[in-house]
DNA sequence: GTCCATGCAAATGATTTGCAGTATC
DNA sequence: GATACTGCAAATCATTTGCATGGAC
């Protein structure tokens, strides 16, 4: 299965930077895992079990790097921590149709797919001359699950 | 002009809270300027202009209560601080019809009025069985001028 | 008079930074 | 071998909290 590991060493070479263990197994720790949204520190836990040594500064040395170039997704939860998720492999330069669902009741996160924002970016660009080059969509609400416990 | 400021002290009332000045006047400074979008620090700088022995903690604890009662809303810009704005004060349960706009160049916030959203709400309950109560959308990019700006 | 609220200072906690040693290219 | 990277510890900085005093009801 294709990471994208090698595109990310290549892009490092690129760049200048070395590709060191402690780098490739941060990025690994998060393509593995393509639907959570890690907290630095669970990064550096997850990196620690087959790098003790690593700091957690270098994990967030990091991981700021690898959310400039765009390799993974910053996403803010408002609980206190920045949470970041692999970004889609295969866009070139397109959005993310990509918005997060986030439970009021037993917090989890669930993402869903749509386009129908492009409508709106349009509409944005058309009425207040705003070109829309990204953006970041949250809904707050209940889950399945809640929803259902809730009713009774 | 109603500011709300006696929707605000029936509110205190009823909860069992007290009407402080210092309580009233963090409200004041948001009401008075509905399209700014205050840090803790700036409605401090502000209230302290007529109250000078305010404490930087008064308008933090006030602030969340204000947020709590959805009298104010909470606003999280990605830049180290979160933000605080008035609410509409004549929402009665309707969502908010209003996102952001963040200017990557200037660094300006606008304001886009808009609906379309309810119908990704249905979407959303539709397929994934998910109640949407509330969202918070930002769309970044660049401003009308400093789009203009780039296009030289 | 009771209880909530305030102001101050100290505590917290996520993230950043300085620096000396280390590894990659 | 030069330069970027790491790990550690200390520093930052927004926000929170403890506590004794003060004010609203």
Redesign the pocket.
Known sequence: MDTGLERYKQL??EK????????LAIFEVLADEPDRHF???EIYDKVKQR?P??????????I?KLSEFGIIDKLNLDD???RYEIGDPDRDKAKHHHHHLICQKCGGVFTFEDDLLELLEDRIRETMGFIVSDHEVKFYGYCRECARAQKR
Chains 1, 2 share one sequence.
């Open positions: 490092l070479r200048g930077m070395k590709t060191t263990p402690q780098r907290t630095a520190e790098w040594e690593i700091g957690l500064a270098t994990v967030y040395r990091n700021q206190g921590f920045v």
